[in-house]
């Protein structure tokens, strides 16, 4: 368990399933859960940057927003348009997210890692995580990073405790 729940929202973007088909959401709000975490809110979106740009402003102004993780559009079609809704929202960008999962990724699906543009970064004090829209790439993010990630008493250091100094000037 964490050392405290951190307050999660959860963005499926899809142009092909509903919310009841979204497997990809549900395994990230069930695994997030078990490990002890809030889900505040989760929803589906169609690939379209401004409808993503729009749900995810609207969660990093909200204080009961700590992460947000979204699933889908990472990919290299037209359609795929996720890390740019996101990326520039960012005030930081986490570099070796991308990096670490393409890395973990790598030991499930080889060389296709590589049509992947998982990033993350922060904004307003709100930790982003893009992810595939995969379930086992979800899984693959969580277990292998997220999960330490958000645990506050994950040494040698974590994501959680740098919270209260993310908008620090």
Known sequence: MPARPVKIAILTVSDTRTLDEDTSGLV????AQADGHEVVERLLVPDDIYRIRYE?????????VEAVITTGGTGLT????????????????IEGFGELFRYLSY???GTSTIASRAVAGVANGTFIFSLPGSTGACKDAWKGILTHQLN??????????????????
């Open 78 to 93: 037209g359609r795929d348009g996720t890390p740019e809704a996101v990326s520039v929202l960012f005030d930081r960008t």
């Open 28 to 31: 990230l709000m069930e695994m």
């Open 152 to 169: 506050g008493e994950h040494r040698p250091c974590n994501l959680v405790e740098l919270m209260p100094r993310l908008t620090e000037q």
């Open 107 to 109: 030991k499930t699906v």
């Open 56 to 64: 995810i402003s609207r969660w990093i102004i909200d204080p009961k």
